[in-house]
């Protein structure tokens, strides 16, 4: 058994320790305090703004601004690069009703009495254009009505009228087709119309009062091509009703995901434009016409942003909705936490149009179409919550809470406990 007056000079000696222990610990975490080696989720307020003033930390040249009314303002003024500008933009008519090169034809040929294609009054092809493509038989049929007021199928001097469906015809790469009797045509460049006139002229010293009427089947010439994020990808063939680009996509069945998260790219020739799927379907200045030849992908790109900091997570967070606000956003994260974060240093940071950052008054990146711009709202001022509630979020933009800087201060002292806490410990026991 241990003697009284020995345990209390163990327990006398072992506060003592630990008060000397204590001692060094405590001015070397003071010491330790004032730097950076402690560990933190990053910089402070002070930090930051330091760090953007400074040119060998700032090698990016990031600006600083202050979210106010005024900047609400200049955002809002800003607009992505409009589809309308490509509306003027074409190397070629956009009647959408000219014949090119990979288009096939159908040629019908209405001929009195004995005709080129009539056989002696029996009809040479007479097929229906389907039947026609598909193979089908011969038949005779009556088209006075169309060829005379009597509709009795016969001219006004007795003779009856042959309709002739010729076999639908490719035009070649040269813009020309061959029709029996006419010979080879150059019918590229042409209304159907003025292909029809083209093969009339040419039968007409060889066919009694020859009527022909000329239609596309297909037309590689007068299409655009869908593809990407839509449920049938592929050629859309336009008409002379001239399509706007939201028809052409909804001939292609659509997307399958929001529109606010689907970026159309339209390449006219060697122009390109981006923008969002709901722009030209809430602005019809925007849901411009298709002209032969354009290129449509739409791309799936949902957007988000990301959340750093003396925050509860690190995390990337979905939208999720056709619009969210700034205020949104912390409302979403959970805002900056009490006993960690600083209310007065939420920074916001984007890359931004040179010609918003031009109208703010700060330089702009040289060679690059953007500039990457930090933006600081104080949520210690009220009125700066209504200003959040208009400040609108953007794809991939960064939300960034900064340390307080009393929390190196309460990092320093749960480490001091950490450590000293079982010297005070054992030096109760051994004192017990």
């Known amino acids: 058994?241990?003697?009284?007056?020995?345990?209390?000079?163990?327990?006398?000696?072992?506060?003592?320790?630990?008060?000397?222990?204590?001692?060094?610990?405590?001015?070397?975490?003071?010491?330790?305090?004032?730097?950076?080696?402690?560990?933190?989720?990053?910089?402070?307020?002070?930090?930051?703004?330091?760090?953007?003033?400074?040119?060998?930390?700032?090698?990016?040249?990031?600006?600083?601004?202050?979210?106010?009314?005024?900047?609400?303002?200049?955002?809002?003024?800003?607009?992505?690069?409009?589809?309308?500008?490509?509306?003027?933009?074409?190397?070629?008519?956009?009647?959408?009703?000219?014949?090119?090169?990979?288009?096939?034809?159908?040629?019908?040929?209405?001929?009195?009495?004995?005709?080129?294609?009539?056989?002696?009054?029996?009809?040479?092809?007479?097929?229906?254009?389907?039947?026609?493509?598909?193979?089908?038989?011969?038949?005779?049929?009556?088209?006075?009505?169309?060829?005379?007021?009597?509709?009795?199928?016969?001219?006004?001097?007795?003779?009856?009228?042959?309709?002739?469906?010729?076999?639908?015809?490719?035009?070649?790469?040269?813009?020309?087709?061959?029709?029996p009797y006419a010979g080879t045509l150059h019918v590229a460049g042409q209304t159907v119309d003025q292909a029809a006139a083209t093969v009339r002229q040419a039968l007409a010293r060889k066919s009694q009062a020859p009527q022909v009427v000329v239609h596309v089947v297909e037309s590689v010439t007068n299409s655009a091509i869908v593809y990407g994020n839509v449920t049938r990808p592929g050629r859309v063939f336009l008409t002379p009703a001239r399509e706007r680009l939201m028809d052409v996509i909804a001939l292609a069945q659509g997307s399958p995901h929001p529109p606010e998260d689907s970026i159309i790219q339209l390449t006219r020739g060697n122009h390109v434009a981006r923008v969002a799927m709901s722009v030209p379907e809430n602005d019809p200045s925007q849901n411009i016409e298709i002209h032969p030849g354009d290129r449509i992908e739409v791309i799936y790109k949902p957007r988000t942003f990301t959340v750093f900091g003396a925050t509860g997570k690190v995390s990337e967070v979905p939208f999720a909705v056709p619009e969210l606000s700034l205020s949104e956003a912390l409302a979403r994260t959970g805002g900056p936490l009490d006993q960690q974060s600083d209310p007065n240093g939420i920074f916001l940071l984007r890359y931004e149009d040179n010609d918003v950052v031009r109208r703010l008054g700060l330089p702009v990146a040289e060679g690059k179409p953007v500039t990457p711009i930090v933006y600081q709202i104080d949520m210690m001022n009220p009125g700066n919550y209504f200003l959040g509630q208009h400040f609108a979020m953007r794809d991939k933009d960064m939300l960034y809470y900064s340390n307080a800087k009393a929390n190196n201060f309460y990092k320093l002292f749960g480490l001091i406990s950490t450590i000293i806490q079982p010297g005070i410990t054992a030096g109760y026991m051994v004192a017990r």
């Open 1 to 179: 058994m241990i003697p009284q007056h020995s345990r209390l000079r163990a327990g006398t000696a072992t506060y003592r320790m630990a008060a000397q222990v204590s001692g060094v610990l405590a001015s070397g975490l003071i010491f330790l305090s004032g730097c950076s080696s402690l560990p933190s989720s990053g910089p402070t307020e002070s930090q930051f703004l330091s760090a953007q003033k400074d040119p060998q930390k700032n090698k990016l040249g990031f600006g600083l601004v202050q979210i106010s009314s005024d900047l609400l303002t200049i955002l809002a003024s800003d607009s992505p690069a409009p589809l309308s500008s490509l509306d003027k933009i074409t190397d070629r008519p956009t009647s959408n009703d000219m014949i090119g090169p990979g288009d096939t034809i159908q040629i019908s040929i209405y001929e009195i009495g004995n005709g080129l294609f009539g056989g002696g009054g029996s009809n040479a092809s007479g097929t229906s254009m389907a039947a026609a493509m598909a193979g089908g038989s011969t038949t005779t049929q009556n088209t006075g009505s169309i060829l005379s007021s009597g509709g009795t199928g016969q001219d006004p001097q007795g003779a009856k009228a042959m309709l002739s469906n010729l076999p639908p015809l490719k035009v070649s790469a040269e813009g020309t087709v061959t029709v």
